[in-house]
């Protein structure tokens, strides 16, 4: 079994900044595609960015130029950097990792429990 942790989240005023972290953990053999999501109230979980295990990076374009998604692969742990934050940042953040678990011959998405980010005065 994999478990992922989230941290680093909390209330922030606008224009601020946050860092979250997730580490993985468990029956692993290679950790791929990492990411992060976010889910406000009333709206679908929607992706903000992913990172590659050879550190290729995707955003969703309301946080380009604001967050940057990096990892550290021996860690198996991502971070997102979330700088000038915004009210409609405010979400639940979740993170997401394809793992690969010893003797196994697929990948399986795992999923953190999310850490709430509140960007309000």
């Known amino acids: 079994q994999v478990q992922l942790v989230e941290s680093g989240g909390g209330l922030v005023q606008p224009g601020g900044s946050l860092r979250l972290s997730c580490v993985a953990s468990?029956?692993?053999?290679?950790?791929?595609?990492m990411g992060w999501y976010r889910q406000a109230p009333g709206k679908e979980r929607e992706l903000v960015a992913v990172?590659?295990?050879?550190?290729?990076?995707n955003y969703v374009d309301s946080v380009k130029g604001r967050f940057t998604i990096s990892r550290d692969n021996a860690k198996n742990t991502v971070y997102l950097q979330m700088n000038s934050l915004k009210p409609e940042d405010t979400a639940v953040y979740y993170c997401?990792?394809?793992?690969?678990?010893?003797?196994?011959?697929?990948?399986?998405?795992?999923w953190g429990q999310g850490t709430q980010v509140t960007v309000s005065s």
């Open positions: 468990g029956s692993i053999f290679r950790v791929n595609v």
């Open positions: 997401n990792a394809g793992v690969w678990s010893p003797g196994t011959r697929y990948e399986t998405p795992y």
């Open positions: 990172i590659t295990s050879g550190g290729s990076t």
